[in-house]
């Protein structure tokens, strides 16, 4: 009988003295490199806007705009369209991401059927297209994201500026006849001044969480204020769609 006990007595010593070693372990996973491109709002606790470039930024718009003659085809609560992204400066909406391939989120107004066509275009310093695609728009209004497609062909270079522009067509046998929003996205490469600065993937990352937990207040509040920071509170309550085909 002592024989047995004092058996598991040392088959309990040598299992703790295992586990501890175990413990004491590094953790390679928490080792590994932080991926450079990765933003988590949580650990972001404001967007910083960065400074313009010294050469400038081309001016764009955030908010719909249309010719007079478009207008006359088009309902005029399609000019409710706006892109969410910061105006560093009046008519310029511009923004950094570390990312290749970053998501451009758009305010979509509720619009009659025919009015349901629309393309994103992202093009290149000398006006290339990297990225051109049609898109159909939801009956309701809500936010929608337009994802660069994850393929190297779409992939956008370091300290390389593009220009985004969305259109919606007021009439699919006219396209002539649109309201746009455009602007600039550049990307930059991650580094500790400028983690708080990447708008697209502040964004990105913030709206995803709040579509996988719709409920989450913590999540919601974020967002009123991210959308107070770029003077788009007005947009703070409007839901998040899980929309569109992209062609």
């Given at each position: 009988?002592?024989?047995?006990?004092l058996v598991?007595?040392?088959l309990?010593?040598?299992?703790?003295?295992q586990?501890?070693?175990?413990?004491a372990q590094?953790d390679?996973?928490?080792q590994q490199?932080?991926d450079?491109?990765?933003?988590?709002t949580?650990k972001?606790?404001?967007y910083?806007?960065?400074?313009?470039p010294?050469r400038g930024v081309p001016r764009?718009?955030?908010?719909?705009?249309?010719s007079?003659?478009t207008?006359?085809?088009?309902p005029?609560?399609?000019?409710?369209?706006?892109a969410?992204?910061?105006e560093?400066e009046?008519?310029?909406?511009w923004?950094?991401?570390?990312?290749?391939?970053?998501t451009?989120?758009?305010?979509?107004?509720?619009?009659?059927?025919?009015v349901?066509?629309?393309e994103f275009?992202?093009?290149d310093a000398?006006?290339?297209?990297?990225?051109r695609?049609?898109?159909?728009l939801?009956?309701t209004?809500?936010?929608?994201?337009?994802?660069?497609p994850?393929?190297p062909q779409?992939?956008?270079?370091?300290d390389?500026?593009?220009?985004?522009t969305?259109?919606?067509?007021?009439?699919?046998?006219q396209?002539?006849?649109?309201?746009t929003?455009?602007?600039i996205?550049?990307?930059?490469?991650?580094?500790?001044?400028n983690?708080?600065s990447?708008?697209?993937d502040?964004?990105?990352?913030?709206?995803?969480?709040?579509?996988?937990?719709p409920?989450?207040?913590?999540?919601?509040?974020?967002?009123t204020?991210?959308?107070?920071q770029?003077?788009?509170?007005?947009?703070?309550?409007?839901?998040?769609l899980?929309?569109?085909?992209?062609?």
């Amino acid at each position: 009988m002592k024989k047995t006990k004092l058996v598991i007595a040392l088959l309990l010593a040598s299992c703790l003295i295992q586990s501890s070693a175990l413990n004491a372990q590094p953790d390679n996973r928490s080792q590994q490199p932080n991926d450079p491109t990765q933003i988590r709002t949580e650990k972001v606790s404001r967007y910083v806007p960065p400074s313009l470039p010294h050469r400038g930024v081309p001016r764009g718009r955030r908010k719909g705009t249309a010719s007079r003659i478009t207008l006359r085809s088009c309902p005029l609560k399609v000019l409710n369209l706006t892109a969410l992204v910061p105006e560093i400066e009046k008519d310029k909406p511009w923004g950094l991401t570390f990312v290749e391939h970053p998501t451009f989120w758009f305010f979509i107004p509720a619009l009659p059927e025919k009015v349901r066509s629309a393309e994103f275009v992202l093009q290149d310093a000398k006006d290339r297209d990297v990225y051109r695609t049609e898109l159909g728009l939801p009956a309701t209004s809500g936010i929608i994201s337009i994802d660069l497609p994850n393929s190297p062909q779409y992939s956008l270079e370091i300290d390389k500026s593009y220009r985004w522009t969305f259109k919606i067509f007021c009439d699919p046998q006219q396209p002539r006849y649109y309201v746009t929003v455009e602007g600039i996205v550049k990307r930059v490469a991650k580094n500790e001044s400028n983690v708080n600065s990447a708008w697209y993937d502040i964004l990105t990352d913030l709206a995803n969480r709040r579509l996988a937990a719709p409920e989450d207040i913590q999540l919601r509040d974020r967002w009123t204020q991210l959308m107070r920071q770029i003077d788009l509170e007005a947009l703070a309550q409007t839901p998040l769609l899980n929309c569109c085909g992209q062609n």
